[in-house]
C-alpha cells in the first residue's frame, strides 16, 4: 500500500513539473513584428529576409516593410535585403510581454561602378571615315521629308499586305458601285463632261505639275 501511495505521489510530481515546464516554455515565446524602413529616405523596404540566427526560421518583409514571427528572448534575428547592409537586432532577454514589437532601420548598401563611355562606332577609324563622308546637309527634317514624300508611302503602302478591313472596304465599294450600275452600263468617265471640265480646270490651275 505504501508502496502504491509512492508510485502515485511521484506520478504527480513530475506531472506538475512537466506542466510548470510546459508552461515556462509558451512564456518564452513572444510574438516578434518591426517595420524595415531605409536609413536614407525613410521608405519601407519590401521583401527582405527576416531570419532568426538561433533557431533558423523566419520570415520576409511584405509590401509596407512589415514582419511578424515567433521568437525567444535572447535570440538574434538578422535582416538582409537586396541593396542594402546586412544587419542584426537581438531580442531583449527581460520582456515581461509575449509580444514585441520594432522599428528597424536598414543602411542602403552603395556599389559604385567604373564609368564606361559608350559610342556609336566600333573605332576612332570608324568615326573619322563617319565624319569625312557625313553630309552636313541631310539633316533630320530633310530625311523626314524625304521618308513621307509621296513616292517613298507609295512604295511602302504597295508592299504592305492588306489587312482584313482593307479587304472589306474593297469589296463594299465594288459591291455598292455594281448596284448603282446596276441594269445600264458601267460609268466611263472618258465621256464624262464634268469630268473633263474638273480636269482641265486642274491644268489651268498648274495643280498637275510635278513639285
Do not use: C
Amino acid at each position: 500500500m505504501r508502496f502504491i501511495t509512492f508510485i502515485f505521489a511521484l506520478f504527480i510530481g513530475f506531472s506538475f513539473s512537466l506542466n510548470a515546464q510546459n508552461n515556462g516554455n509558451k512564456r518564452d515565446l513572444i510574438q516578434f513584428s518591426g517595420v524595415l524602413v531605409s536609413s536614407d529616405s525613410l521608405d519601407q523596404v519590401s521583401y527582405a529576409s527576416v531570419i532568426d540566427k538561433t533557431t533558423g526560421k523566419g520570415t520576409m518583409s511584405d509590401y509596407y516593410g512589415y514582419f511578424s514571427f515567433v521568437t525567444r528572448p535572447g535570440d538574434t534575428i538578422l535582416f538582409n535585403a537586396f541593396g542594402y547592409k546586412t544587419s542584426s537586432y537581438i531580442v531583449p532577454d527581460s520582456l515581461n510581454e509575449t509580444r514585441y514589437s520594432i522599428i528597424h532601420v536598414m543602411t542602403p548598401d552603395t556599389l559604385l561602378l567604373p564609368e564606361v563611355d559608350i559610342y556609336p562606332w566600333p573605332s576612332r577609324e570608324d568615326f573619322a571615315r563617319a565624319f569625312v563622308e557625313m553630309d552636313p546637309y541631310d539633316d533630320a527634317l530633310r530625311r523626314a521629308q524625304k521618308q513621307l514624300s509621296g513616292e517613298s508611302l507609295a512604295f511602302i503602302a504597295s508592299r504592305v499586305p492588306t489587312d482584313g478591313k482593307l479587304s472589306y472596304n474593297w469589296q463594299t465599294e465594288q459591291r455598292l458601285t455594281q448596284i448603282y450600275t446596276q441594269g445600264q452600263a458601267p460609268m466611263n468617265n472618258l465621256l464624262n463632261p464634268a469630268a473633263w471640265g474638273r480636269f482641265i480646270d486642274s491644268w489651268k490651275n498648274g495643280e498637275l505639275q510635278r513639285e
